[in-house]
């Protein structure tokens, strides 16, 4: 994971899916999550650009 992966999974959550993932259904889901509350979109990228 670089450091510019990690400082867009802070700020920008679905972007820093997007560039590790890819659109698709990692992004929709981070989308979501972000959108509702910041937070879990914030977790939810740190999740799926580690695994």
């Known amino acids: ?3 510019l ?3 867009l999974n ?3 959550p679905p ?3 997007a560039m590790n ?3 698709g259904k990692d992004f929709i889901i ?3 999550l972000t959108l509702i509350f ?3 979109g914030v977790i939810h990228a740190f999740y799926v ?3």
């Open 1 to 3: 994971m670089s450091i």
């Open 5 to 7: 992966t990690i400082i």
């Open 10 to 12: 802070i700020f920008i």
């Open 15 to 17: 972007v820093g899916v």
């Open 21 to 23: 993932k890819g659109i």
């Open 30 to 32: 981070n989308l979501i």
């Open 38 to 40: 910041f937070v879990p």
């Open 49 to 51: 650009t580690a695994k």
